[in-house]
Structure formats: structure tokens, C-alpha cells
């Protein structure tokens, strides 16, 4: 029992404090409708459907007025939302480290999820958890790269091919322990720093690659929110087939 109680947790931490400007909508994409409901509803549902997630914790811009429009009931006292989002993705994860720093310890572990990856799956979050354990290194969710890789030397010409191998695109959740990961975002410089990795790698850290997955992705163009549709509706008939 007492050892239970002194096992770290695993909690979660949403951003969603951009604005979505790339989808060039009339509302932050993280609201917009998909399948029914807001984005931002699928991503909660994943992260709050992993039993081994103890809580979870989204960042609201401060002027948000789209939050409150929607029912966030089924997730009950299980999610807490915070207003205090900042100009950057990095900002907005340091603030929301900040607010909830009275209620974890510095060795839980915190996932760091964009809302704008609806489609995560328990089956990602679970493999994240178990491969990384009790590694203080932390660990992403990442891809190998299977394109071959250019790179542009202006006008939209190729000056060379990056060899791939080895490379690997960042997904999310990424997986640190509070106390290290506050530290980190304390001592980077945010408006650089894309994924709370790079900011772990600065502190000399090398985080564990754990394989993710194509679904996985990330709604940054309109395009991408029909795909995020029509993968949600594959899963979706492919339950009610399972069900009879
Ligand atoms: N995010 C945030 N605070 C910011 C900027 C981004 O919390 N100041 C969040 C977004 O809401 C999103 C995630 O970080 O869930 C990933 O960022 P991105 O896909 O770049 O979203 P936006 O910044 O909203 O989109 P864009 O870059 O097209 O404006
Ligand atoms: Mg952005």
C-alpha cells in the first residue's frame, strides 16, 4: 500500500492555447467540429480513457470563449482546465507546468499532448508509459522519416538531400518528469523551442524514442481535418462490426 502511494503518477497537460492561424478558420482549430464534437474533445477522450492517467490538465488561452460553449462533463473531476496559455506552445506547457505544481510531485510523470493530434489511441499513450517505465530520460512518441529529405536553398530550389536515416519526425505525447521538464522550460528559449524534447536535449538529456503512429497526426491544414475524419469513422464502424 505505502509503496503504491510512492509510485510516481502519470498525469497529462494539453495545449491548447494557439489559434490555429495554418487552418484559417473562422474559431482556434482545437473547437472545430470532428465527428460530432470539438477536437479538443477527442484528444481529452484519449489521454482520460488510459487508466493509468490519474488527471488531466488542458491550457485554455486567458481570452478563451469557446471552452465554456462545450460539455466536458463526461470526463468529470478527472480534467481541469487552466486560462493561463502564453504567446508560444512552449510558454503555453511552462505555465500550465506552473499551475499544476501544487497538486503533482517533481517525480510524476507529466504527457504532454497537443489538442491538435485528436486521433491518439490508449494503445500509443500505454506504449509510451511502458516503454519509458522508471527511464528519467523521459521519452516522445516519434516516426522514422520515410520520405527522402530535401533541402531548400531559396527559390524554391534543392541545394542538397539529407541522408534519412536515423531521422525521425516528433509526435506527441512527450513524456519527462515534472521536476525536470519545469526545469528545462525554465532555462529555454520558448519561442525556439517546438516539443518539450529539444528543450530536455538542451539540459544534455537523450529521451527515448518510442514508435508512434501515422494516425497520430497533427491538424494544422484543412485537410488534415477531413483525414482525422475519416480515421475516426474507420475506428468508429470497425467497433460497431466488432459489437454485432
Ligand atoms: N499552442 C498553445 N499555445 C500557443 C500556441 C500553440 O497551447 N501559444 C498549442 C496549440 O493549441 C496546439 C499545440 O500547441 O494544440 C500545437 O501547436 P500548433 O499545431 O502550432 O497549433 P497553433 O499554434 O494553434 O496553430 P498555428 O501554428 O497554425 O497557428
Ligand atoms: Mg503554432
Not at 494539453?14 to 460530432?36: C, E, W
Not at 529529405?149 to 527559390?155: A, N, S, T, W
Not at 532555462?187 to 529521451?207: F, H, I, K, R
Request: glycine share 8%; with cysteine.
Amino acid at each position: 500500500m505505502t509503496s503504491r502511494l510512492l509510485m510516481p503518477r502519470h498525469v497529462a497537460l494539453v495545449p491548447a492555447a494557439g489559434t490555429g492561424s495554418r487552418m484559417d478558420a473562422q474559431l482556434p482549430k482545437q473547437y472545430l467540429p470532428l465527428a460530432g464534437r470539438p477536437v479538443l474533445w477527442h484528444t481529452l477522450r484519449a489521454l482520460a480513457s488510459v487508466a493509468r492517467i490519474d488527471h488531466v490538465w488542458v491550457v485554455l488561452s486567458a481570452g478563451d470563449q469557446w471552452f465554456d460553449r462545450h460539455d466536458w462533463s463526461v470526463f468529470g473531476a478527472r480534467l481541469t482546465a487552466l486560462r493561463c496559455g502564453g504567446p508560444s506552445r512552449a510558454a503555453s506547457v511552462l505555465a500550465g507546468l506552473r499551475a499544476m505544481q501544487p497538486h503533482v510531485a517533481g517525480s510524476d510523470w507529466v504527457l504532454v499532448h497537443d489538442a491538435a493530434r485528436p486521433c491518439l489511441t490508449a494503445d500509443l499513450v500505454e506504449r509510451l508509459i511502458d516503454t519509458v517505465g522508471e527511464d528519467d530520460a523521459g521519452g516522445i512518441l516519434a516516426l522514422p522519416i520515410a520520405d527522402t529529405v530535401k533541402r531548400e536553398g531559396g527559390g524554391g530550389r534543392i541545394v542538397e538531400t539529407v541522408p534519412r536515416a536515423g531521422l525521425w519526425a516528433a509526435q506527441t505525447p512527450q513524456m519527462f518528469r515534472h521536476a525536470m521538464l519545469l526545469e528545462a522550460l525554465s532555462n529555454a528559449a520558448l519561442d525556439q523551442v517546438t516539443d518539450e524534447a529539444s528543450a530536455m536535449e538542451a539540459t544534455g538529456v537523450q529521451p527515448r524514442l518510442v514508435m508512434g503512429d501515422v494516425c497520430n497526426m497533427k491538424i494544422t491544414l484543412p485537410a488534415d481535418l477531413v483525414l482525422a475524419e475519416t480515421l475516426l469513422a474507420g475506428r468508429q464502424s470497425r467497433t460497431e462490426r466488432q459489437n454485432g
